[in-house]
């Protein structure tokens, strides 16, 4: 594998000044409880206006949650019931809420516009997963690998682990990482802790902390189910990775495999891996220049899978099917759907394909016989489809992987599978 792609797990990447407390998973609280307690990530909701809600970082005793001009305590938080209501240093009043994912991804501090909720359940339920739970006598079978580029924020990510989170047997205790890409002097740090700290109690520490590790490691060795998100940005992945963590306690990260560095590296590395066989049972990109990736892509998606583009333009679709259609990938377009707030849920599904106009067909045929139907006087149609249900801004992009492409066999162009 290429030394640029790193899993940033296996390289200890760290996620911050992240705190340093660690949950087990059979600790982990199953939301039944109503309390707010400290290191609790929690939505204020403004009582009488609507304005957004704010997403607090995790709730430290001594510390105050920062609102424009103003300020709540933490502590006037921790040990509060939630839906109970917290008043600002201003005395403004504030409903307090245990986050959605939903809410969650769509306030929480970004670095880059992720995809909001809607449109990622859309998406995820484009994919239509349908994992089963892990079996007493486990079967040796191959993960079920989702592949996501780029990560950004981390919002479609977590739906994704969402969606497979049944397929995995709970996680151990997850470990606390140790370093962060952005802080440049960590290294010197680490090394000053390492000398400086020699007690026994920090021994112990260390050792207890290295087991917690590698019962972790061996235990991702085992999954069923894992999305593998990548971004070129290190500095996205690593607060991705930390929103991803942040959530729920961890719930969903022991099911995210983060990458930092190029698709190609990635994907190449891991079909020299696999000796060349696809592995990917779907792929979703979100970043720009979409249809460069495409080729690559289709190489590592298992055939039926789905490669799905996330594009702010209806344009940049055409630009998928162009490439499809030019480099005879092995992808027939599913649907195209638009998605956005002002769209409504389920998204308007769009008919973009390219066809061929009659005349022009007709012509080649008497000329020179099916054969010639190449890939010329093809035309987009590109119109919001009639009568469909307009059920919730960009576009999404489904394509098929097909097994073979019939066109590449008889000469024939097709882009629908037969
Ligand atoms: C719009 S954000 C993705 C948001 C994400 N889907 C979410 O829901 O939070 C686009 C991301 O693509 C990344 N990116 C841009 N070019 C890339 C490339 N060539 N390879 C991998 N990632 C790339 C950017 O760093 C950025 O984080």
């Not at 390492?194 to 087991?211: F, G, R, T, V």
């Not at 998928?320 to 195209?336: D, G, N, R, W, Y």
Request: net charge neutral.
């Amino acid at each position: 594998m290429s030394l640029y792609i790193r899993s940033l797990r296996s390289a200890g990447r760290g996620i911050g000044k992240a705190p340093t407390c660690v949950f087990a998973s059979c600790s982990r609280r199953l939301y039944s409880s109503n309390v707010v307690r400290e290191n609790d990530i929690v939505l204020l909701k403004h009582r009488t206006n609507t304005s957004a809600p704010i997403i607090t970082e995790k709730l430290q005793p001594g510390r105050s949650v920062a609102l424009t001009g103003d300020f709540i305590r933490a502590d006037d938080i921790i040990g509060k019931s939630f839906r109970e209501v917290v008043t600002s240093r201003k005395k403004v009043l504030y409903r307090i809420h245990q986050p959605s994912l939903a809410e969650y991804t769509d306030n929480s501090p970004r670095l880059v516009t992720p995809i909001y909720s809607q449109d990622a359940s859309l998406i995820v339920s484009l994919l239509d997963l349908n994992l089963t739970p892990p079996r007493a006598d486990p079967e040796d079978e191959a993960p079920f690998e989702i592949f996501e580029a780029g990560t950004g924020h981390g919002a479609l990510t977590l739906h994704l682990a969402r969606g497979i989170h049944a397929a995995n047997t709970p996680s151990p205790e997850i470990p606390e990482l140790s370093s962060a890409p952005e802080e440049s002097d960590v290294g010197y740090r680490r090394l000053k802790l390492d000398i400086e700290d020699i007690s026994e109690e920090a021994l112990q520490e260390k050792a207890a902390k290295e087991e917690v590790k590698a019962t972790f490691e061996k235990w991702r060795s085992t999954r069923r189910a894992v999305i593998h998100t990548l971004d070129i940005s290190d500095k996205h992945s690593a607060h991705a990775e930390k929103v991803v963590k942040n959530f729920r306690e961890g719930i969903y990260y022991p099911h995210v495999d983060f990458h930092v560095g190029t698709i190609e590296e990635y994907l190449s590395a891991r079909l020299i891996e696999s000796g060349q066989k696809p592995f990917l049972e779907h792929a979703i990109l979100d970043l720009p220049a979409t249809q460069s990736y495409l080729d690559i892509v289709a190489k590592a998606l298992k055939p039926g899978g789905s490669l799905l583009v996330f594009c702010p333009s209806v344009t940049q679709v055409i630009e998928c099917i162009k490439e499809v259609k030019e480099k005879k990938l092995p992808l027939f377009m599913e649907k195209t759907v638009e998605v956005g707030g002002a769209i409504g849920v389920g998204g308007r599904e769009w008919d973009v394909r390219p066809v061929k106009p009659r005349a022009l067909q007709k012509t080649e045929v008497l000329e020179a016989g099916l054969e010639a139907a190449d890939d010329e006087g093809w035309e987009m149609i590109c119109r919001p489809k009639v009568g469909v249900r307009i059920a919730g801004g960009g576009f999404v992009g489904q394509f098929q992987r097909i097994v073979e492409f019939p066109a590449r066999l008889e000469g024939t162009v097709s882009i629908t599978p037969t």
